[in-house]
Every structure is written in C-alpha cells, then in structure tokens.
C-alpha cells in the first residue's frame, strides 16, 4: 500500500467543487480543508507506486480549480495505536 499526501493551492471559489471532484478519484481516500500556505490536502491509498502518476498527473491535472501541488510520499505511519501497542510491551 502506498500512501501520499496531496498539497494544493486551489482558486477560492473552487475549494468546495476541487474538493467534491477529487473525492471521485480512486485511490483518494480523505481530502482536507486546510489553512496556512495551501487550500486542500488530499489523502491517497494507492495499491502501487505507478497508481500515483496516474493519479497526480492525469486525473488531478484534469480538475481546473487546481492552481498548484506538492506531492508529499509517505514512508513510515505512525499510530495512536502503534504508541500504545509500544507501551504495553512485556506488561501482562
């Protein structure tokens, strides 16, 4: 499973339609609103590292109200769950 994030600048009145538009797109599980620098953070599952070139540069491309992005790949997660499963180690 691959997971990236999607961070965009998006024209003001298309924040909700851009939004609504990538929920759409297979492969996109979350999208944000967001404040500071960018507009919307999209949240993608992707089953392969090539499912993201098609995503990224052929279908997100495709929605207008997308002025700019930065593709973001994640290596490692990190969990609520992961921190207390870490705790509980050898504690019967």
């Not at 997971?3 to 009145?13: D, G, H, K, P, Y």
């Not at 797109?25 to 949240?43: F, K, M």
């Amino acid at each position: 499973m691959v997971t990236a994030l999607v961070l965009m600048n998006v024209e003001r009145s298309a924040v909700n339609s851009t939004a609504q538009q990538l929920l759409t797109i297979p492969g996109v599980s979350e999208v944000y609103s967001v404040t500071g620098e960018y507009d919307l953070v999209a949240v993608l599952h992707l089953a392969k590292y090539e499912d993201l070139a098609d995503v990224v540069t052929s279908r997100m491309i495709a929605i207008s109200g997308i002025t700019r992005t930065q593709t973001m790949m994640a290596f490692k997660a990190y969990s609520r769950e992961d921190l207390e499963q870490a705790w509980d180690i050898g504690v019967e």
